[in-house]
């Protein structure tokens, strides 16, 4: 019982020196490449750079003893950061203690929600953010991320939360761009850009191994930020108006409390729903991803915990909302970690960078981590889906253009609230609409199939159709009106069938209208008959009044219903029988 709460007692109980290998040297590997990036998150988020370290810290611990995934890293992420910039921005300006406040706050209700769910066993609640919308607004957040963090790389002032604000801000101070700032941004963004591709080929080509190549390509923004520092000491760049991260506070993270007011909470809470289940969609399909990869798995409610710990953990120690990171959840898989223990040596790491490392980081240009970031988030820019959408579901597409087309004008909450709109009133749509088929029986055979796509026998007093969808409150009226214009067009009909094969379940609509249906055809002299009704379908209606009150009967197979009733046409056959040319009398 113990080990379902805390996953830590289960491989914790085989952890062997091999093990303990690969994990430290996995967490070397992601600690280079997370101390740049936290810095880089934080600032992002709008809060002090040394909050990105703070909020890599106590959370990598509380993941390792709650969370599933043997290699997934927690940690600060940009579309997270993101939206804790646009919730923050609400209630407090940049800077600012009620800002940095409200940041806590908003990782302790994130916390707090995420135990809740994986407690309740809530985490399909995720399922309400079909991929269409997660993948148009994780690309709209990309844009939105880039577009904010030019200002960096010109050395301009701009403001805006959306993107037409955040162009037009960049549009009128395109005369004051510091040519200082520009000379470190540009390179560093192309240096970046040539790390990301262009590296480890290199390191190949000069007799590293492929995997030496690969981790070490990945230390390039550590390059990047050693190299800009460099410059900024050398050229006397600060003088020059080049904007630096500045003193970073030297130590661990400090302990703090979220706020118990609850006018901020108040105003914090749907941010927090928001970031909540953007953050586990992100983090257990990336855990999912790579868990398959070993044949291992996972546990969701559970993850929905360790996330929630995690958050708890970041909000204690002075952070901000995290989630686990695709990228470094990569680095980590690739450089052998086995088990969450690499995350908390990962947190030692950072914890040590935070004690000695900080002084170092003075003169790092804001240029740099800006360049960090756009080249980061340009990744998730998925140009791909849109077209492929358009050509299998003009539904799914409409979904997705509408979650990236209110993320960009109206910002990334209702961005997120307007995809879960338009993805639940096209499934409804869809579902008061569903798919149904007349079918006949295929020649020499037991299957049946729709008569608009295939040569099949019918008869002139025969009906069936087949229903590919559950009867519920959403389709029951469609149903009746259906069957009935069906009915209206066949003169010689003397029964219906209605093939309830894909038939899942009938609620309290769906068994009305199909009394309905039955009295109706009745008073026409008609019989209504079902096949192949599903079992759990079956014991609802022997509940019921309609199997008393049916006209007709219950049968298990199409087959046997087409058999038996083709005979009963009122008349009998003739030698131009279509039964008798099929075999069947």
Known sequence: MLARYFPILGWGRTYDRPALTSD?????IVTIMLIPQSLAYAMLAGLPPVVGLYASILPLVAYAIFGTSRTLAVGPVAVVSL???SAAGAVGAPGTAEYWQAAITLAALSGVMLVALGLLRLGFLANLLSHPVISGFISASGVLIATSQLKHILGVKAGGETWPEMLHGLAGNLGNINPATLAIGIPATLFLFWVRKGLKPALQKLGLSPRAADM???AGPVVAVALSILAVIGFGLQARGVPIVGAIPQGLPPFMLPSADLALIEALWVPALLISVIGFVESVSVAQTLA???RQRIVP????????ASNIASALSGGYPVTGGFARSVVNFDAGAQTPAAGAFTAIGIALASLFLTPLLYNLPNATLAATIIVAVLSLVDFKT???LWAYSKADFAAHAATISVTLVAGVEMG??????VGLLLYLWRASRPHAAIVGRVPGTEHFRNVERHKVLTLPHLLTIRVDESLTYLNARWLEEYVLEQVAERLALRHVVLMASAVNAIDASGLQSLEAINHRLGDGGIKLHLSEV???VMDRLQRSHLLHDLSGKVFLSQDSAFAELALDRGEAPDAADPLAACGMI
């Open 83 to 85: 939206m804790t910039a």
């Open 24 to 28: 430290l040297m996995a967490a070397v």
């Open 301 to 308: 409610d559970q993850e929905l915990i360790g996330l929630g």
């Open 386 to 388: 849109p077209r492929h």
């Open 534 to 536: 599903k079992g759990p």
């Open 292 to 294: 398959a990869k070993r």
């Open 416 to 421: 997120v609230i307007a995809g879960v709109c």
């Open 216 to 218: 070490s390509a990945k």
